[in-house]
């Protein structure tokens, strides 16, 4: 059973290796998670209102005045209609293309569950043995949580060697908009997102394309290779020893929010506490459960 997904977009946040965003939030969602008739539930006992994005949207376009109002809602309605397609037919086709290739899930391998806990944890390394491979075959898959993203592109980038010889190594590739100017080198939390389209897709490089529109059609681009094993989602640790932050860091600071997810759902009062708190109460729940958040 797969308790919990994260965005590839947001594994950084949750992992204390983001600059921005709010992870108090990013927890309060995770809780709620296709929960939504116990947020409903819980709500009604705080004397709350439910309020959704457009819910919130509306309201903005209330507050900019009758003038610019329909032009927002204009603006609203166009969004919409980009973000899904005009057909199902049009949304099966591009399901077909994509879900071979850039949208995969994760899903963890079942391990023996541990005496205080009621969920399977695993490792998500990578290594196996046949009789992992086999015992999986006979059981239905189990998870902890899962990590779902698509990417932009994969392409085959050319490689020759010193002695004249090529081969196509398949690289990931994500465009990242900025507003302002580059990022040289790119933010973390960039290198962890693309990290993750990796190791779904068994890539040991990706691309990191910086555009930036002007005045002219075609946009100014930075690339940046990121490849796993070297800095900085490796870090020397000694002369001779190394630090990969996706096994040593990421993966198990994963389980440790899934597991502070859990305990919210299970726990009432918490719960209830969490919801109704102030922004200094959640951040003191948060920490008191992810110490690197």
Known sequence: MVLLRFSASKVALVTGLHDFGDAAEALLDAVYQDREELLARDA??????????????????RKSGAAAAPQLRAALRWAQERREPAHVEEAAVDYSLLAGQSQRTTILKKQPRRAAEAVETVDLTGEGSDEDESAEEEEPPDGYFSICGMVDGVADALTISADDEWELTPVVVEVKNRVSGFRNPPPLYDHIQLAVYMK??????GDLVQCIYGADSRPNILVSRVSLGVAPLCLPRSAEQ???IWTEVIVPRLYAFTAAVQKLRNEELLRL???NGSEEERRA???AECDFL
Do not use: I, S
């Open 200 to 205: 779904m897709l068994g890539v040991e490089h």
């Open 273 to 275: 506490a969490f919801l």
């Open 242 to 244: 190394q630090t990969d």
């Open 44 to 61: 009604a006992r705080l004397r709350l209102r439910v309020v959704t994005k457009d819910d919130e949207l509306e309201a903005l376009v």
């Open 285 to 287: 729940v948060l920490r």
